[in-house]
């Protein structure tokens, strides 16, 4: 029978098997996937068959930036023990991720992994090392930010890494200021820059959960809605970057911090990636 490149490819993602031995394991078994997953097992051939419902939790998150700070990019590789995602190989294989997606601006994470780098493209690198060590290994998230400054921050042994979008051009000054800002981001992880970058629908659920706080607490119908707006408005100062507590100094907002900083100085968005 004919064995299409289509599913050599799947069996190859199934297995991480080499190109050729997968469609000699098709063609020998008339196509049925799991015969000839046996098929590969009976043959010696170092395959990850069955890897794809296993939990891949660890890793590694790499922020990187360019010199001039105009662009950043986080990736995160996956893995599934934290010996793994510890292990020196696998951090270099995640830096040089990243630095592909640096370099090449892939418009998704499909893209990314059609990337050639040392070795073949991203997807048969991964394929590889999942062969090699045997654990399920995956880049699952990729960011890329532009802007007058970017400044990255990897936090906790490359468990956690944020960018962050500056709307001045560098200094020693707003770099500085970009970090603190990026450790405040891992540390308290808002849900938006600011109070108009909240989605109406976490707005209204805000205002819902209010209401019903309130409700329960014997408040009459015609004031609901002024406290759960009040209550919103404490949200947006817990939840939302520029108005929270500054963390090195909690007598300062963050949009304070920035400004005593330098005059105008603001974030314009943020990303920020996680293990688990």
């Known amino acids: 029978m004919s064995i299409s490149a289509a599913d050599v490819n799947k069996l190859r993602q199934m297995t991480g098997a080499g190109l050729m031995d997968c469609k000699k394991a098709l ?25 794809a419902d296993r939990q891949a939790t660890e890793g590694a998150v790499i922020a990187l930036t360019t010199e001039d700070g105009k662009k950043g990019v986080i990736i995160k590789l996956t893995c599934e023990t934290d010996f793994v ?18 370099s090449n601006e892939p418009a998704s994470l499909d893209d990314l992994k059609n990337i050639s780098i040392a070795g073949g ?26 802007g007058e400054n970017i400044v990255g921050y990897i936090h906790g042994a490359n468990r956690l890494g ?7 051009a560098p200094s020693a000054a707003n770099i500085a200021a970009g970090k603190d800002v990026a450790m405040q981001i891992a540390a308290m992880n ?30 009459p119908e015609a004031i609901l809605d002024k406290i759960a707006q009040g209550k ?5 100062k817990d939840s939302t970057l520029l108005n929270q507590e500054f963390v090195k100094d909690g007598s300062k907002t963050v949009a304070k911090m920035l400004n005593d900083v330098s005059a105008g100085l603001t974030v314009l968005a943020f990303r920020r990636v996680q293990l688990g």
Request: proline residues 1%; charged residues 35%.
């Open 85 to 102: 995602g510890k292990n020196e190989d696998f951090v270099a294989f995640a830096h040089e991720i990243a630095n592909a997606a640096l």
């Open 162 to 168: 944020v960018l962050v979008s500056m709307n001045q």
């Open 232 to 236: 919103l408005e404490k949200f947006y």
């Open 190 to 219: 808002p849900v938006a820059v600011d109070k108009n970058d909240v989605d109406a629908t976490t707005v209204e659920r805000e205002m819902e959960v209010g209401r019903e706080q309130a409700r329960a607490e014997g408040k």
């Open 121 to 146: 493209t991203i997807s048969s690198r991964l394929l590889d090392e999942v062969a090699k060590i045997g654990e399920k290994i995956d880049v699952v998230n990729y960011e890329l930010v532009k």
């Open 27 to 51: 063609a020998e078994t008339g196509g049925d996937f799991e015969a000839a997953i046996d098929f590969l097992r009976k043959k010696g051939a170092k395959i990850s068959a069955n890897r």
